[in-house]
């Protein structure tokens, strides 16, 4: 079984709506994050969060909000999707204690049409 | 600010070494990461360096210059499963110590 877990893998939606993408985790790692990845600039941090009372702002949070509704469970949520929004998220686990590196879930690729 | 620049793509022959280079401006340093991307799939560890000289593993090996901004990811024996795109980060000092990615370079791999 996948350490890292996405939903849903793709979905389409209009603008307005809300929408909301959920990861979990079977790794313990305290450490969560939310990234999107656009063609040709990379991945960029949205939001991150070192345990359920621990969330913080990333780079380009401006229209998203995120939920950690416990340790392995870390939520983000588009409250009016825009077409811009349109791009594949991944998140991602951390354990400084056990390793340097950060464990990606398999994404979701979300389209505001 | 935070810059990090990698070449777009690559092509190169099975069997071949390729070289993917990295350089980057960070206001901070902690740590240089490459990471390999398959089409439409998650990233996957592959290298870390945080001090200066080259970190081997297997087929792969990554250099790191500090005083340079620069970082190179040496692929040796070049086999069709290495296309993908492979991703440059700098880990940075600030209190998440997040990760600034660069754009990947998208690498093929042909007979």
């Known amino acids: 079984d996948a350490d890292v877990t996405q939903t849903p893998r793709n979905r389409i939606t209009k603008t307005g709506k809300r929408i909301m993408l959920e990861c979990s985790q079977t790794?313990?790692?305290?450490?969560m994050y939310w990234y999107r990845q656009d063609p040709g600039l990379g991945l960029r941090l949205i939001y991150y969060s070192f345990d359920v009372k621990d969330i913080n702002k990333g780079e380009i949070s401006d229209g998203y909000s995120v939920s950690r509704q416990a340790q392995a469970k870390f939520s983000l949520s588009l409250e009016s999707a825009i077409p811009n929004q349109t791009a594949l998220y991944f998140c991602a686990t951390s354990d400084p204690g056990t390793g340097v590196e950060q464990y990606f879930g398999p994404g979701t690729r979300l389209t505001v049409t | 600010g935070q810059n990090i620049d990698q070449p777009t793509e690559m092509t190169a022959t099975e069997g071949a070494i390729v070289q993917i280079n990295c350089t980057y401006q960070t206001s901070g340093f902690n740590g240089l990461f490459w990471y390999q991307q398959h089409a439409g799939e998650a990233p996957t560890f592959l290298s870390y360096?945080?001090?200066?000289g080259l970190e081997e593993k297997g087929r792969f090996s990554s250099f790191l210059s500090r005083s340079k901004g620069y970082s190179y990811l040496l692929l040796k024996e070049l086999q069709m499963k290495d296309s993908a795109s492979y991703l440059c980060a700098v880990r940075g000092h600030n209190y998440g110590q997040n990760f600034v990615f660069g754009p990947g370079t998208r690498l093929s791999v042909l007979p």
């Open positions: 790794k313990g790692h305290d450490r």
């Open positions: 360096n945080v001090l200066d």
